[in-house]
């Protein structure tokens, strides 16, 4: 996407150019996945992210989370087969091990080298680099997710670190308007944690606010234009409704006509302007 003088121009992957004077982005996320075999297949499913769903359909289950004491804590809520495996970066304080090991929880270091999938082609568990055997039904991880949004290189859309997650989001304002002229962005891309009906209200925000901003700057031109001469006045107006309606110009003839039959209009009806009309 680039700007083409006033306009915006999106050329699509079968190269049509679409030229617009406002765009809204809501190209989602992307979230980059740890480089184990098969991992990329269960997302969404069997591997999940601890802020999105499939939580309630995990509980009681085997599972194992990768990464952060409060992950731990929110899964914890739902199973007592609860084991995490912390990384080289990652780290417990002794009061939040001593909180997990008082939960029941198992708490592993190392990192994940495979998945297990049993005779059902079910997620069963993960190994470890070190050979360590995890049973799992349910791996939760924490990737780090990015804006898609390659295609605004260029338009200066600035994209912000999340202050919470290690993600990346188009900073918006409240009504998503990115601070580049003509572009809004809603959704995910903009709010890593948005779930759909917030994405799909931030989508209806900004629709909102393009519609406004377009009125605004159409009008803006239209108070600017030079007065024109000759055009539509309302001597104008009168004749053509004249010309068009007849009789029955002020709908009250029916009324008016009353008692004799035929239409009776004031003297003075067709009295004032009859400026000259093309045809
Ligand atoms: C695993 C998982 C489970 C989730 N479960 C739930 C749930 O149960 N309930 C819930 O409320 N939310 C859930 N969410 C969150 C929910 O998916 C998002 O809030 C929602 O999809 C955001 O909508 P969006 O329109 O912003 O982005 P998306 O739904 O991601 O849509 C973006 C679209 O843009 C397209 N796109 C990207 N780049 C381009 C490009 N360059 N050109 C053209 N098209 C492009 C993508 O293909 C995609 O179709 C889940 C998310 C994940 C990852």
């Known amino acids: 996407m680039h700007r083409d003088g006033q306009e915006l121009s999106v050329v699509t992957e079968d190269w ?4 617009s004077r406002r765009v809204l982005v809501a190209a989602g996320l992307a979230a980059e996945l740890p480089d184990v075999p098969g991992l990329k297949e269960r997302w969404g499913h069997e591997v999940l992210h601890w802020r999105h769903t499939h939580r309630w359909e ?109 993600s990346e989001q188009v900073a918006v304002d409240s009504s998503g308007f990115t601070g580049v002229s003509g572009v809004w962005a809603a959704g995910s891309v903009s709010d890593v944690l948005a779930s759909a009906p917030v994405a799909a209200a931030a989508g209806s925000a900004a ?11 159409d009008h803006t031109s239209i108070a600017a234009a030079p007065p024109t001469t000759g055009g539509f006045s309302g001597a104008m107006e009168a004749e053509v409704t004249r010309r068009v309606l007849g009789p029955r110009i002020h709908g009250l003839e029916t009324i008016l006509s009353r008692g004799n039959g035929s239409p009776t209009l004031p003297a003075d009806l067709h009295k004032g302007d009859q400026p000259e009309l093309p045809g």
């Open 16 to 19: 049509q150019r679409i030229q």
């Open 207 to 217: 629709a909102t606010a393009i519609n406004l901003d377009l009125l605004v700057c």
């Open 58 to 166: 995990a509980r009681d289950l085997a599972i194992a989370v990768v990464g952060s004491f409060r992950q731990a804590l929110l899964f914890r809520q739902l199973t007592e087969k609860l084991t995490l495996i912390l990384r080289g970066a990652d780290d417990l304080s002794m009061g939040q091990r001593a909180q997990l090991t008082g939960l029941g929880v198992r708490i592993l270091e190392g990192e994940i080298g495979g998945l297990e999938i049993d005779s059902h082609g079910q997620l069963a568990g993960a190994h470890l680099t070190s050979n360590t055997q995890v049973p799992a039904q349910r791996l939760v991880i924490s990737p780090r997710v990015m804006a898609c949004v390659d295609f605004l290189n260029g338009l200066g859309v600035s994209i912000r670190p999340h202050p919470t997650e290690a």
